[in-house]
């Protein structure tokens, strides 16, 4: 599976952008999707994943009630919607996918993933 990642830039504080990961290859396995973070200094952290299984969404803490995530299956790309952004979310932006069975049983740590795209720098201006 390959994946890219696009849509990160530079916005104000309060503003909102949308993240897509395009996705090529075995995307019929794809059992989960995610979004993790990594700001400067700072270790990975998860943001968002949804689950195919249900359709089922798992949200960072920092990010509940500002950012979504959805899919466009005709597409293949997965999209996270993040609105209402802080200084604090500016990090590099990273969408990885688990294809293993118990990929979509914990969703939410990064070894669940097999496969991550490049990354897209978030900055978010106070």
């Known amino acids: 599976v390959q994946l890219q990642a696009s849509g990160g830039g530079l916005e104000q504080a309060g503003g909102s952008l949308r993240l897509s990961c395009a996705a090529s290859?075995?995307?019929?396995?794809?059992?989960?999707t995610g979004w993790f973070r990594q700001a400067p200094g700072k270790d990975r952290e998860f943001v968002i994943a949804?689950?195919?299984?249900?359709?089922?969404?798992f949200y960072g803490d920092s990010v509940k009630g500002r950012f979504t995530i959805s899919r466009d299956n005709a597409k293949n790309t997965v999209y996270l919607q993040m609105n209402n952004l802080k200084p604090e979310d500016t990090a590099v932006y990273y969408c990885?996918?688990?294809?293993?069975?118990?990929?979509?049983?914990?969703?939410?740590?990064?070894?669940?993933?097999?496969?991550w795209g490049q990354g897209t720098l978030v900055t978010v201006s106070s």
């Open positions: 290859g075995r995307t019929g396995s794809i059992v989960v």
């Open positions: 990885a996918v688990g294809l293993r069975s118990d990929s979509s049983s914990y969703p939410t740590v990064a070894i669940s993933y097999d496969y």
């Open positions: 949804l689950r195919r299984r249900g359709a089922t969404t």
